[in-house]
């Protein structure tokens, strides 16, 4: 059965406080892997793809990193507008998403 | 990035209506649109796959005759709630599939609030 685990589910950081999030995944037929993140009451937003292991992308305070059973988001010097549920899903063969239960991140000034 | 958009962003309806709710792609077309539910403090739960021109493929235990899917275009899927009760009252979630050479994403629409009464 293909599984998606977030850890830890919630995270409170300093202001400046550098840290990382872990998506663990255990899965058949793995296409990619997203990460988004999602304010209280609205839609996920879309951050990043990772395709192949070894793969990185940047987007400002955040880096996405991918293995062959993980992917970790690595937040740099986080701001309280970072605050919020960061969700990470696996696309599979079948064109459809597995979503984990997401980390919910609190950045205090 | 790719917008989609989602219509009404809150409804309130007595128990027995129904309630149609729109997602559109505005800036690509999707030939695959997704209906996600979420509830409080919950991930995002799958409940059916929309291809234009075709039937919606619905995950197990999600009823297709309460919850009606219509992707008649490119750039539009409809959701709607048959014969809602209280029990539907949930943030509906739509997504989007755009796939170029080299990627392939899902985004998301705003959300719908339903609350039925």
């Known amino acids: 059965e293909d599984q998606v685990t977030q850890s830890p589910e919630a995270l409170r950081l300093q202001e400046g406080e550098s840290s990382s999030l872990n998506c663990s995944y255990t899965?058949?037929?793995?296409?990619?892997l997203f990460w988004y993140r999602q304010d209280p009451g609205k839609g996920p937003e879309f951050l990043f793809t990772l395709y192949s292991a070894g793969e990185e992308k940047e987007k400002e305070r955040l880096k996405a990193t991918l293995t062959k059973k993980e992917s970790f988001l690595h937040i740099t010097a986080p701001k309280p507008e970072d605050s919020a549920t960061y969700l990470c899903?696996?696309?599979?063969?079948?064109?459809?998403?597995?979503f984990g239960e997401g980390t919910q991140l609190t950045v205090n000034p | 990035g790719a917008v989609v958009s989602q219509h009404p962003s809150w409804v309130i309806c007595k128990s027995g209506t129904s309630v149609k709710i729109e997602c559109r792609s505005l800036d690509f077309q999707a030939t695959t649109m997704f209906w996600y539910r979420q509830f409080p403090k919950q991930s995002l739960m799958l409940m059916a796959t929309?291809?234009?021109?075709?039937?919606?493929?619905?995950e197990q235990g999600v009823e297709k005759d309460k919850f009606l899917i219509n992707h008649a275009s490119l750039t539009l899927s409809t959701l709607t709630v048959t014969s809602a009760h209280p029990e539907d009252s949930s943030f509906y979630i739509c997504?989007?599939?755009?796939?170029?050479?080299?990627?392939?994403?899902?985004?998301f629409g705003p959300g719908t609030r339903l609350t039925v009464l």
């Open positions: 997504s989007a599939r755009e796939r170029t050479s080299g990627t392939d994403t899902q985004y």
């Open positions: 929309s291809n234009e021109g075709s039937k919606a493929t619905y």
């Open positions: 899965v058949s037929g793995l296409r990619g």
């Open positions: 899903a696996v696309h599979l063969l079948s064109s459809r998403l597995t």
